[in-house]
């Protein structure tokens, strides 16, 4: 993950790929860092200062997305 | 129009290659008058960074037969380029794998001709395969993230299922399963490499099923053999929008086919020019940029900007004219073109000694090989 520096937007570089990031995808993966899902959906609901269920469908779809793409892994 | 900003540079550092595959897209009649150097290619680094370009492809040729490209994977980094290695695996050892782990290399597409070892190595013409599986296991151990390319023909199309397992069993996170594209010398070999219909189509399902099942573990991408489409391909996402290629010699092509593909379009060099005003202003970049080269039924079509007329290079390869609408599009006037070509098809003919191999570029004009036959070579067309 960087900045495009054409944009000021994050990018997720992957091989023969990138995928312009919105600011919610952006934060997700700025937790990933060896948190579990939950600890992340803690963290970004105690940031924003939400009820964690509001973001729980959020993150866990955005992660899963993105491991089905194999551009993240849960160890 | 205005020129986008591009968002990747396929590097073909180098045509030497130690395979010789009759699929190779490089151009048959390769030049080969001086390889930019480093410093050259750090340059054009630096300069497609500024233009907006996100990843680099190392590529060509076999990249690994340049001594520099440690070198030139660390310029990219230091440009904050993902960088890429598509390679052979050949020459890969642990020294090299080491260097290029050190200078921060992203990833590895490590290219395969089967996952039968008699086979692939048939395929390339030397004993490639058991390099290729102890390749594998190096980039691994490097900690490095490995894609697996397979490229699919007649020959080996029906090995699917197993090329698909190979790709778990070596813990490839990617593997492109991607039906032989016809430039090249796969033009000169279509006639043995095109597979039929009823293996395409199992094909395809084997694919999809493979995809369900390993989503999450493997991510499978299959492309598909455009001659049995009736849309074309979204080529490049369009002509001098998202991709530049850089060739050995400094060629700034939009794509690696359009060279030889397209012998009326006059290509710029990095060594007379900026590589921005090659992006933005050259003849080459803007010709089929955008919509309005379009002829119809381009024009009209409201897929225009979805498959951007198919590809240049095919255009010009099958119609003699690379303005003209792809002609694997149903809606083509030429579409007759590719029906021919698929009715005509020999299944019998795909063994080794129907094939033309790739031999490297030579500095002179002589390019003819040993293994290219008489009747093959009353089969070319002659290309610039």
Redesign the interface.
């Known amino acids: 993950m960087q900045t495009d520096s054409k944009t000021d937007k994050s990018v997720l570089l992957f091989p023969e790929g990138v995928l312009e990031l919105n600011e919610t995808a952006q934060e997700i993966l700025t937790h990933c860092d060896g948190q579990t899902v939950s600890e992340i959906i803690q963290a970004l609901a105690k940031e924003y200062d939400v009820d964690p269920k509001m973001l729980a469908t959020d993150v866990q779809e955005t992660l899963a997305d993105l491991q089905r793409r194999k551009l993240i892994q849960f160890t | 129009m205005t020129a986008p900003?591009p968002?990747?540079l396929l590097a073909e550092i180098t045509y030497r290659c130690p395979l010789h595959c009759p699929y190779c897209s490089n151009p048959t009649q390769a030049r080969d008058n001086g390889e930019l150097s480093t410093d050259e290619w750090t340059r054009v680094i630096r300069e497609a960074a500024a233009l907006?370009v996100?990843?680099i492809?190392f590529s060509g040729g076999e990249p690994l037969a340049r001594r520099d490209l440690p070198d030139l994977v660390r310029a990219a980094r230091e440009a904050?380029l993902?960088t890429?290695l598509i390679t052979s695996g050949i020459g890969l050892d642990d020294d090299r794998m080491g260097a290029l782990r050190d200078a921060g290399l992203?990833?590895v597409?490590l290219s395969f001709q089967s996952d039968n070892s008699d086979l692939a190595d048939e395929i390339a013409g030397t004993r490639a395969h058991q390099h290729k599986l102890s390749a594998a296991a190096k980039v691994r151990a490097a900690g490095i993230?490995l894609?697996l390319n397979f490229v699919i023909h007649r020959r080996n199309i029906d090995r699917l299922p197993e090329m698909i397992e190979l790709a778990e069993t070596l813990h490839a996170?990617?593997v492109e399963l991607a039906n032989v594209q016809f430039y090249g010398w796969a033009f000169l070999n279509r006639a043995t490499l095109l597979p039929t219909r009823q293996q395409v189509i199992r094909a395809r399902e084997i694919a999809t099923a493979a995809k369900a099942r390993l989503?999450?573990k493997?991510?499978i991408f299959y492309v598909l053999p455009d001659y049995y489409e009736s849309r074309p391909k979204p080529c490049l996402a369009g002509w001098g929008q998202r991709y530049l290629t850089v060739n050995p010699i400094g060629d700034v092509l939009p794509c690696p086919t359009a060279s030889s593909a397209i012998p009326d379009l006059r290509f710029e060099n990095v060594r007379a020019h900026a590589l921005d005003w090659i992006w933005r202003e050259s003849e080459s970049f803007n010709r089929f940029r955008g919509t309005e080269w379009m002829p119809e039924p381009c024009q009209s079509c409201p897929q225009r900007e979805i498959d951007f007329g198919g590809c240049r290079c095919q255009a010009a390869l099958l119609t003699g004219n690379a303005a003209n609408t792809d002609p694997v599009c149903e809606l083509s006037p030429n579409r007759a073109a590719v029906d021919a070509i698929l009715s005509n098809l020999n299944p019998s003919s795909d063994q080794a000694s129907d094939w033309i191999y790739r031999i490297n570029p030579k500095p002179s004009s002589l390019f003819l090989s040993r293994a290219t036959t008489p009747k093959a070579l009353a089969e070319q067309r002659p290309s610039g």
């Open positions: 900003r968002y990747a907006g996100l990843q492809g904050n993902y890429n992203d990833s597409q993230p894609s996170e990617r989503a999450g493997v991510d």
